[in-house]
């Protein structure tokens, strides 16, 4: 096993330190004097941390498991923005009312825009978010660069979730896949863009890896939106005690896209009845899945296409989205004088060589896709729950070949 992954799963495994007796010597007795930190924001930050990576290991395990394969000074910013991520996703589990709902993510907004002026609220997530742009502020002033994380994503990512938080259906496939882009695939632009990595190639590979986990996302809560849990009756909400309808309490939703629906004969009603057995089911979960397979093989192949010294073979079909200008200098600030000596073939090799531990993703999502082919995309099957026991040897694997 994986050293790293060996440390990862055993946090324990750490050297003991023999305990010594007391001595004569006045000066031992004497408290070890604290390193005063940089800032105030550093320093609580650091009481943040734990709290964050807790509900991420809990709430995203594959991303916690994941963090293992990036560069240690990369993992703050990773942990902020997956944290946030996991916040936003759980808005519409924790709102009783679309006005509560509403109001949640303007509270996002604001802090977003607070932490980016390095005044962020008392909340874990705004404090270590804050932290990384502190950080990050200090080290432009020795070495200046392109800004590496900047709002606008992030306020793009708050909208999109808002604007499905009530699991309406997608209109169509490429509505899935748009929603994929501005939220999955964003939250590899803004990883890239911590490192800090400004290139179009790792951008477009890590837009096809985002797009194939967030259609894969949408297949996973397909259940859990057509059945959803029994409310929590344990909860201090006033609502959750008979004053108003919880998201529990509600009909199921399917989030299919409709005109896969549509064309596979699916109707809503029988897969609130009759859940995996409904006519045309498995069909449009084929359909579906199967685009998230193509973004796979087509970011895969892009990414051997560029290890050896090609092109990735297509258009970036989102870099007029994009926040940045590119140029002939579109890698990253730090490494100018290296690429730029260095032919566009082996810049865009350094590029996706930085980028490889933001392109991970990969590697669960190509897990669970393979495990609901083996179910005859029954996306209700027993064999989808819980967590897959390969994904740390996988993405070992994956590491060492630098292939996902």
């Known amino acids: 096993m994986c050293p790293a992954i060996f440390r990862l799963q055993h946090p324990h495994n750490i050297r003991r330190v023999r305990r010594r007796g007391p001595s004569s010597d006045p000066i031992l007795h004497q408290p070890t004097p604290v390193r005063p930190s940089l800032h105030p924001i550093i320093s609580e930050a650091t009481r943040r941390k734990l709290t964050s990576s807790q509900n991420r290991r809990q709430h995203d395990h594959p991303s916690y498991i994941l963090t293992t394969f990036l560069p240690s000074s990369l993992r703050p910013a990773h942990l902020a923005i997956r944290a946030l991520n996991l916040e936003l996703a759980r808005i519409p589990d924790t709102s009783s009312t679309p006005a509560v709902l509403a109001m949640r993510y303007q509270f996002w907004r604001t802090t977003i825009n607070s932490t980016f002026a390095l005044s962020p609220v008392k909340q874990p997530v705004a404090v270590l978010l804050s932290s990384v742009l502190l950080q990050q502020q200090q080290q432009q002033q020795n070495h200046p660069s392109k800004p590496s994380l900047t709002p606008s994503r992030f306020l793009r990512l708050i909208s999109t979730r808002e604007k499905h938080a009530t699991d309406a259906p997608y209109p169509t496939l490429s509505s899935l896949e748009q929603y994929a882009e501005n939220t999955y695939s964003i939250l590899s632009y803004l990883t890239l863009s911590a490192i800090p990595l400004h290139s179009i190639t790792a951008d477009h590979i890590a837009s096809h890896i985002g797009k194939a986990a967030g259609i894969a996302a949408v297949l996973r809560g397909v259940p859990l939106l057509a059945f959803p849990a029994p409310p929590n009756h344990h909860s201090n909400d006033p609502q959750s005690l008979g004053g108003g309808q919880q998201r529990g309490q509600r ?12 064309e596979c004969g699916v109707r809503e009603e029988d897969v609130l009845r009759q859940g995996g057995e409904a006519k045309g089911l498995r069909d449009a979960v084929f359909k579906v899945a199967t685009r998230a397979s193509d973004h796979l093989i087509t970011a895969r192949q892009m990414l051997r296409n560029v290890q050896e010294g090609g092109d990735v073979g297509h258009a970036f079909e989102h870099e007029s989205e994009r926040e940045d200008a590119y140029g002939d200098d579109d890698g990253d600030g ?21 980028a490889f531990g933001c392109f991970m993703d990969a590697v669960p999502t190509a897990l669970w896709l393979g495990r609901l082919e083996k179910l005859d995309f029954d996306v209700f099957g027993e064999g989808l729950r819980g967590r897959d026991w390969r994904l740390p040897w996988k993405a070992w694997v994956a590491w060492r070949r630098r292939m996902f």
């Open 334 to 354: 730090g490494e100018a004088g290296e690429a730029g000596t260095a032919s566009k073939s082996e810049k865009q090799k350094m590029e996706v060589e930085k």
């Open 251 to 262: 009909q199921g939703a399917v989030t299919l896209p409709l005109d896969v629906m549509a």
